[in-house]
């Protein structure tokens, strides 16, 4: 059964960074690319960015180049996103999402409400 | 970047037949997938091209693509059903995401 587990809830002064994390099980990880996707809440949702997990190439969204920094860490079979210069726009809840052999985005994470406020 | 446009809201009367579009440039030529969303829950794959559905999504779920609108269909609509649905396309290597369409259940 494949699952993506994230971290908790983060609270962070503007101007902060966050580093929220996905980890993947029930799946040879390194198989399938990690996307991170945001949602400003009632809002649609928001293509951010996506690591190749077997190369570790990344690629982003022209919104969040220079914003977002994705990782992973193949040992734990883990992906980051850290997200930097924080301001209050940018609370939301981050979501990963593994995208499946047919470009569908097949497996999502329970989501990381990041609440940005001074 | 590209645009997908859907009606912010439906109604549907409870059994009948629920109908969701979507709109974007010669949509019809890019795979679409469907994805549902309810309340404080992450979103769930639901339908895709050539109407192939992950193993337990019920077959009253629907869709169809051609020139420039994807439609979602939901047959026999149940009270379970209403949520946020949402469609998504690749424009070459980026997937955009549709507004989303309130489906309520009446």
């Known amino acids: 059964q494949v699952h993506l587990v994230q971290s908790g809830a983060e609270v962070r002064k503007p101007g902060a960074s966050v580093k929220v994390s996905c980890k993947a099980s029930?799946?040879?990880?390194?198989?399938?690319?990690i996307h991170w996707v945001r949602q400003v809440p009632g809002q649609r949702l928001e293509w951010m960015g996506w690591?190749?997990?077997?190369?570790?190439?990344?690629d982003y969204s022209q919104k969040a180049q220079g914003k977002i920094t994705i990782s992973r860490d193949t040992s734990t079979s883990t992906s980051y996103m850290e997200v930097s210069s924080l301001r209050p726009e940018d609370t939301a809840i981050y979501y990963c999402?593994?995208?499946?052999?047919?470009?569908?985005?097949?497996?999502w994470g329970q989501g990381t409400l990041v609440t940005v406020s001074s | 970047s590209y645009e997908l446009t859907q009606s912010p809201s439906v109604s549907v009367s409870l059994g009948q037949t629920a109908t969701i579009t979507c709109s974007g440039l010669?949509?019809?030529?890019?795979?679409v997938c469907w994805l549902q969303q309810k309340p404080g829950q992450s979103p769930l794959l639901l339908i895709c091209?050539?109407?192939w559905r992950p193993s337990g999504i019920p077959q009253r779920f629907s869709a169809s693509n051609s020139g420039n609108t994807a439609t979602l269909t939901i047959s026999e609509t149940q009270a379970m059903d209403e949520a946020a649905y949402y469609c998504?396309?690749?424009?070459?290597?980026?997937?955009?995401f549709g507004g989303g369409t309130h489906l309520t259940v009446l």
């Open positions: 999402a593994r995208v499946g052999s047919n470009w569908e985005f097949d497996y």
């Open positions: 029930g799946y040879t990880f390194y198989t399938y690319g």
């Open positions: 690591i190749n997990i077997g190369n570790g190439h990344t």
């Open positions: 010669d949509l019809g030529d890019k795979s």
């Open positions: 091209r050539n109407n």
């Open positions: 998504q396309a690749w424009v070459s290597t980026t997937p955009y």
